[in-house]
């Protein structure tokens, strides 16, 4: 687990980190673009909505911002996100209409829609005061 800042800057360094974990795994360029579009739609969800610029509870740590952590596990990719932000589970956010004209359609939505159709499974709890937010996907050889 990796801890990064609830920031602009932080996104950088999470893209950063991710296709180093990409490379040193040797993961193939179709593996890794859903994954980099994932990590960047939900951090910068988090970032711009979600306040997780705020300390966490003194009994957990003093820094701010966002913990990732990627594995690669039996051939199954997984991307895990945490933050301290208000409780917000993506999955409830209903599905965007995609057949309205671009101009009538309502700001947001298209995020988590993207992310839900680019990966296998995509799952959200909130324990301890934390948002968590897994996304998986197979990796084929």
């Known amino acids: 687990m990796v801890h990064i800042a609830g920031s602009r800057a932080g996104i950088r ?8 974990f990409s490379a ?3 993961l193939p360029a179709g593996a890794v673009w859903p994954f980099q579009i994932a990590l ?13 610029a705020r300390p966490r509870a003194k009994a957990k740590s003093s820094k701010a911002g966002i913990d990732i952590e990627f594995r690669l596990d039996q051939g199954v990719l997984e991307l895990t996100i945490q ?5 917000f589970d993506p999955l ?12 009538s359609r309502p700001v947001g939505g298209l995020g988590i ?3 839900r159709r680019l990966m296998d ?9 934390r948002n968590r937010l897994v996304c998986r996907k197979k ?3």
């Open 13 to 20: 360094r999470a893209n950063d980190l991710f296709g180093k």
């Open 113 to 115: 829609y993207l992310v």
């Open 83 to 87: 933050d301290d932000a208000g409780a």
């Open 139 to 141: 990796i084929e050889a």
């Open 121 to 129: 499974a995509v799952e959200y709890e909130r324990k301890d005061g």
């Open 92 to 103: 409830t956010a209903p599905a965007p209409d995609t057949t309205a004209p671009i101009e």
């Open 40 to 52: 960047d739609e939900m951090l910068s969800n988090i970032v711009d909505h979600g306040g997780s």
């Open 24 to 26: 040193a795994h040797h």
